[in-house]
């Protein structure tokens, strides 16, 4: 009886499929070591779900789940987070082969045309999806050209690249860009006056999540002075003490704006006694860091990341709890 190759053992011949294949196992690389997707998913997700439950708080919007609102809202988080890291690793090239050799790019086990094959693709879906969504699209739109924008250092590359703190004026807005879109995509969901997204609280709420992203942001760009390199740092530019007093402000000010939502809209106070502990977790870091018990600096960044985690958790927690007492109650 004659006998037949099993198909699993068949190997593919076209070359375009080769070619695939390759590139997926290599941006599975590049994923699993620079942009985890099941953790940068969650984020994404909490985020928008978070920011989206105190918007509804402040403009007194019935909380009903839309599995589309918060789909969408959460793919926009992560598509403009995965499209920023990718021009980065174009963008930072030649700094990454330098100081950080070991990554996958410059370490060459992924390839440039890979990313940029990715980052074509991100976009495409990004655009496509929220015109089809036809729903807050130009605010969308608005997004990407300013993650074009820094992409191309504003035209500008001589004066900014190697200027820290021009660098986090002119990119970190991209954060207070990413919550008023999720402001109008979350109105216009809502069919809400234009009139009634424009007002201070709102603006706060805004401020009090940016705070949480610009603290990361100045976290990861402080070291310890022996751990210091080419690579520009804020404590470099600005002293440890300096650095580790500013991003306590900003700390600071996103605890009180959320404490004064709480107090002004009646949240229980389950909500507050997060904030604090959370607002404990990087002072405590901040202290530590000072009196330089802390094993290495990349704990900063640890703990504004769980800083961050905490804050947004914390609506969520609000709902539940609230919704305990209410069965109780009843």
């Not at 779900?49 to 589309?68: H, N, T």
Request: proline share 3%.
């Amino acid at each position: 009886m004659k006998q037949t190759e099993p198909e699993n053992l068949v190997m593919p011949t076209d070359s375009a499929q080769i070619a695939f294949i390759g590139f997926v196992y290599r941006m599975r690389i590049y994923f699993r070591e620079m942009f985890p997707l099941l953790i940068r998913i969650t984020n994404a997700t909490l985020l928008f779900v978070s920011f989206a439950v105190m918007l509804g708080i402040v403009c007194d919007l019935s909380i009903k789940f839309d599995w589309r609102l918060y789909f969408l809202g959460s793919f926009n988080a992560f598509a403009i987070a995965l499209i920023l890291r990718l021009m980065d690793e174009l963008k930072d090239r030649d700094i990454d082969r330098s100081l950080f050799s070991e990554r996958p790019v410059p370490s060459g086990r992924v390839k440039e045309t890979d990313i940029k094959f990715c980052l074509a693709f991100v976009v495409v879906i990004f655009l496509m999806l929220n015109a089809v969504a036809q729903v807050a699209f130009w605010s969308a739109f608005g997004l990407l050209v300013y993650c074009c924008l820094m992409f191309k250092y504003f035209f500008l590359p001589a004066r900014f690249k190697s200027k820290l703190l021009i660098n986090l004026l002119t990119h970190n807005p991209i954060i207070p860009l990413l919550l008023l879109h999720f402001v109008h995509l979350i109105g216009s969901w809502h069919s809400l006056d234009f009139d009634a997204l424009i007002k201070p609280q709102i603006i706060l709420l805004v401020f009090m999540y940016w705070g949480l992203f610009l603290s990361w942001e100045i976290c990861r760009k402080i070291r310890y002075q022996h751990e210091e390199n080419e690579y520009v740092t804020y404590s470099r530019l600005l002293g440890r003490t300096s650095t580790i007093l500013a991003v306590g402000l900003v700390n600071k000010f996103s605890l009180a704006a959320g404490l004064w939502i709480s107090f002004h809209y009646g949240l229980s106070q389950i909500y507050d006694v997060i904030l604090i502990a959370g607002f404990a977790i990087p002072a405590i870091s901040y202290t530590q860091f000072l009196r330089h018990k802390l094993d290495n600096s990349k704990q900063l960044k640890t703990s504004a990341e769980l800083y961050a985690f905490v804050v947004m958790l914390a609506p969520l927690l609000n709902i539940v709890v609230e919704g305990v007492a209410h069965y109780v109650s009843s």
